[in-house]
């Protein structure tokens, strides 16, 4: 971690003794231009800058020993805050390796369970639907389900009436508005829910299957579930086989 110092450099004189007028004008100027600005340096130009500070001072007007104490002191508290910053950075990044295992661990243990988690993507094989459910905020008065295939296109629309708050079982019976059986595939589902004032119900959609497969990027661990990913976080419930 690069950690800067700030340092007052107006007690530098610009000329020694014996420096010609023009090194003496060319220093100034120097002077004048770091000075009206915020210098940050790192801790190496920090101590070069405090010898140099110490091997140009004037002999007959010294710099005062308490600042320069207290330069030194400024010094050493700022090391110390770089190492005990070092130490941070190095058990945060332990913290989050330990945590990553701990998640893909989690995930393993999950591959071949019939999990139920957050989502609206399921599968149609053989022609049997995969299980969906809905999850209700309070009471709704009215509680529509659409389904519609990979391309978006609307399948079938399904009223379930008026349900109570918590869990909502979804049940297709695999066939559309008219009455056909529908391909083989990926399909995708939304619920609609209202109370008795006609007021929005709050809806989660979950959908179960299989884990068929974990995998983990820098940031999370992702289960595949009906040839989709969703988080670990996602999961709300597994089935003990």
């Not at 893909?104 to 399921?122: D, H, M, S, W, Y």
């Not at 299989?210 to 995998?215: C, S």
């Amino acid at each position: 971690m690069a950690t800067t110092y700030s340092v007052d450099i107006s007690s530098i004189p610009t000329t020694t003794s014996g420096t010609t007028s023009s090194s003496s004008s060319s220093s100034s100027s120097s002077s004048s231009s770091l000075a009206s600005s915020s210098i940050n340096m790192g801790k190496e130009d920090f101590l070069k800058l405090l010898t140099t500070q110490l091997q140009y001072q004037d002999p007959l007007s010294p710099a005062d020993p308490k600042d320069f104490v207290a330069q030194l002191a400024q010094f050493s508290s700022l090391e110390q805050l770089i190492n005990v910053n070092s130490k941070l950075d190095d058990f945060n990044t332990t913290i989050a390796s330990l945590q990553g295992s701990q998640k893909i661990g989690q995930g393993v243990a999950l591959l071949g369970k019939n999990v139920t988690a957050q989502g609206n993507v399921f599968t149609v094989s053989s022609g049997t639907p995969g299980e969906m459910s809905c999850a209700l905020g309070s009471a709704a008065n009215k509680v529509t389900v659409k389904i519609y295939n990979s391309s978006g296109a609307l399948v079938r629309t399904m009223d379930l009436g008026s349900q109570g708050a918590g869990n909502c079982e979804i049940s297709w019976d695999g066939k559309d508005s008219n009455g056909n059986q529908a391909a083989d595939g990926t399909y995708s589902f939304s619920v609609n829910a209202v109370d008795a004032k006609g007021n929005s119900v709050t809806t989660a959609t979950l959908v179960t299957g299989v884990v068929e497969e974990v995998l983990q990027d820098s940031d999370n661990v992702y289960l595949k579930i009906n040839g989709r990913l969703t988080t670990l976080d996602n999961i709300v419930s597994v089935e003990e086989s």
